[in-house]
């Protein structure tokens, strides 16, 4: 077998972009006090995650031929023989996804926009308190994906990490994907580096307040008891 390419840049970019959103939030979330005006961030990069998450959907639908979720082996019987195959043998290679990591992926791509609706205020102490479970429920998930990675770059002796900076890995060039599709990545990147700095611009720390770009909408960060973090929404209602 030879270096193919099987992830393009679109993918490549949206998987390191979503996965440091992802560390921020988490860390902050786990690490600072959410009396702490830097605790704000925590759902700032949250939203950004949600937002990146929205684009890898248009990729799971419409995207190179690894991205696609219909390329995602997570039928129960290749799921089940691929984790007994990776404790007691050395597990086939796939040429995108394995079981394990599709099966992370998947349920990152569900635990992100439930951790948003449990952590936008909305639910009281209950969502607050699902937010929590959830939160861990995330942070375990992407501990067994790493473990993942680890172990198959050990048993196969391929740096499985490597390939999501590269797009490349050993395969047979039938299963290789065409082209890199430099040109749409680019267009993310620039799209994805707007939107998500118009972001940053529309947060207030002063009144705890989030405006998403494009939407209209203005999401409050937190308790805000002197009322200076009405939505503009609010404001055109008084």
Do not use: C
């Amino acid at each position: 077998m030879t270096r193919i390419l099987v992830w393009d840049f679109p993918a490549r970019l949206f998987h390191w972009v979503f996965a440091g959103s992802l560390t921020a939030a988490i860390g902050i979330g786990f690490l600072v006090d959410k009396e702490q005006p830097l605790f704000q961030l925590h759902m700032v990069f949250g939203v950004v995650a949600l937002f990146l998450l929205a684009g890898r959907v248009v990729l799971g639908l419409v995207g190179a031929r690894y991205s696609r979720f219909s390329s995602f082996p997570l039928r129960p019987h290749e799921l089940v023989s691929y984790l007994v195959s990776a404790v007691v043998s050395k597990t086939r290679s796939f040429a995108g996804n394995n079981p394990g990591s599709a099966l992370a992926a998947v349920m990152m791509f569900l635990l992100v926009p439930a951790l948003f609706i449990s952590g936008i205020g909305l639910g009281g102490e209950a969502l607050e308190e699902l937010h929590e479970v959830l939160a861990w429920a995330l942070l375990t998930v992407i501990a067994l994906h790493l473990l993942g990675l680890a172990w198959h770059t050990i048993r196969h002796r391929e740096n499985i990490a490597l390939a999501m900076v590269t797009g490349k890995k050993h395969g047979k060039p039938e299963d290789a994907i065409p082209s890199a599709h430099a040109i749409w990545g680019i267009i993310a990147l620039v799209v994805s580096t707007l939107w998500i700095g118009a972001l940053f611009a529309g947060h207030d720390a002063r009144t705890a307040t989030l405006k998403l770009p494009g939407l209209g909408v203005t999401l409050q960060l937190g308790e805000n008891e002197s009322g200076e973090g009405k939505s503009e929404r609010d404001h055109d209602d008084d």
